[in-house]
């Protein structure tokens, strides 16, 4: 997203100091008395010296003013290619640790559990969630304890073989030879229900992709538009899914985009890596 933000000043006008102003000195004359005593030369007169400090310190400011003004060199540029750091999480404090793939560890604050909401949502509706040896462990990192025999039985039997065989996956998750299976959300944005210290209420506003891709699928690639609710409760010193509800929209117009071939879909979910959410 570009910047439409112009930055500028006003340049401040410098007025040049000119005009040597030559200022006379009257020598001493000769005193025409011979006896009297000769006549001291004059000292410098006050005034001047004066209006020559004035003048000093005039010159010293628009300097000063200058030298402030004045937009230091950037940086001497590196031959040296800069390193490239994946995607990191922006909670307060930071989150920075994982189990099964998914951050944990999220502040017990509003920030925290919306910040433990949008990721939970991205685990939940993954393509790792169909694979029953990887969901069990999804299931056991992202819900409270005494909800993870209840949840793995529900979605056992959710993405069961009637599901499988409908996405064109095997047992196990896996699309056959040749195809790719696809199914990314992204969190357009979160909003606090409700919250306290120990439960809150959160709802992600997501989008995504889904779908087979690849010569031959039944199930091509497409988006959807869809609003994930999850009650957390604060249980193991971390933000927890207690339950979940999903609803469709709000979706907005779809765009006129010429739609990709499945070799570029394919291309794409391979070569561009997923995102760990925190606010």
């Known amino acids: 997203m570009s910047s439409d933000d112009q930055y500028g000043g006003s340049g401040a006008g410098h007025g040049e100091i000119g005009g040597t102003g030559q200022t006379r000195t009257r020598l001493p004359e000769s005193s025409s008395d011979p006896h009297g005593s000769p006549r001291r030369t004059p000292r410098a007169s006050r005034g001047l010296i004066a209006v020559v400090g004035v003048v000093v310190l005039l010159i010293a400011a628009i300097a000063f003013a200058n030298q402030s003004h004045t937009p230091q060199d950037p940086p001497p540029a590196s031959d040296k290619p800069q390193a490239t750091n994946p995607t990191a999480a922006t909670g307060v404090p930071p989150v920075d ?24 949502s991205v685990a939940l509706v993954s393509a790792d969630i169909l694979k029953p040896g990887v969901r069990s462990q999804i299931v056991r990192q992202v819900f409270v304890t005494d909800k993870v025999a209840e949840l793995e039985t529900r979605l056992d039997r959710a993405y069961g073989k009637a599901f499988l065989d409908q996405a064109g996956l095997d047992a196990n998750g896996n699309a056959a030879r040749g195809l790719t299976y696809i199914s990314r959300t992204v969190p357009v944005g979160t909003k606090t229900v409700s919250y306290s ?3 809150a209420t959160v709802e992600v506003w997501c989008t995504g992709v889904f779908g087979t891709a690849g010569i031959g699928s039944n199930n091509p ?17 971390d933000w927890k899914v207690e339950s979940f509800a999903q609803k469709d929209g709000p979706a907005p117009v779809n765009a006129d985009r010429l739609i990709s071939t499945a070799e570029e879909i394919s291309k794409a979910a391979a070569e561009f890596g997923g995102f760990t959410y925190a606010r």
Do not use: C, H
């Not at 994982?98 to 919306?114: D, L, M, V």
């Not at 959807?224 to 609710?229: L, V």
């Not at 009650?231 to 193991?236: E, H, I, P, Q």
């Open 97 to 120: 640790t994982k189990s099964a793939g998914i951050p944990k560890g999220f502040a017990r604050s509003e920030q925290g559990a919306q910040s433990a909401a949008a990721n939970y």
């Open 221 to 237: 690639v497409s988006n959807d538009w869809f609003t994930m609710t999850l009650t957390l409760r604060w249980a193991d010193n």
């Open 197 to 199: 210290e120990t439960t």
